[in-house]
């Protein structure tokens, strides 16, 4: 049985920071490319950045370049999401996924999304 864990979420005062882990059982993941995803309320879940196999490659969505940083250790299994500077637009449950492909979109090819976790909240005050 697949299940991806997020962990590290919690509140936060603006120009913060979090750093978010995501570890998976029963897949390996650096069998895929990964990804971090959020959602708001209300709001649509949208891509955050993801990374390739080897984490050589790596993509951020406008909203957190040059704030987030991407990255996998392959040996322990886990993906990370240093998230600095953080902003009140920033709050949302983030989630990690185990990606076919690298993707921001959440709406391409459905095959792209080989698993999903449950997410963790993250708050930022003002």
């Known amino acids: 049985q697949v299940q991806v864990v997020e962990s590290g979420g919690g509140s936060v005062q603006a120009g913060g920071s979090l750093r978010l882990s995501c570890t998976a059982s029963g897949l390996t993941l650096n069998d895929y490319a990964m990804g971090w995803f959020r959602q708001a309320p209300g709001k649509e879940r949208e891509g955050v950045s993801c990374?390739?196999?080897?984490?050589?490659?790596?993509y951020y969505g406008d909203s957190v370049k040059g704030r987030f940083i991407i990255s996998r250790d392959n040996a322990k299994n886990t993906l990370y999401l240093q998230m600095n500077s953080l902003k009140p637009e920033d709050t949302a449950m983030y989630y990690c996924?185990?990606?076919?492909?690298?993707?921001?979109?959440?709406?391409?090819?459905?095959?792209?999304?080989?698993?999903w976790g449950q997410g963790t909240l993250v708050t930022v005050s003002s």
């Open positions: 990374i390739s196999w080897t984490g050589s490659s790596t």
């Open positions: 996924a185990a990606l076919r492909f690298m993707t921001l979109d959440v709406r391409a090819d459905k095959n792209a999304f080989a698993a």
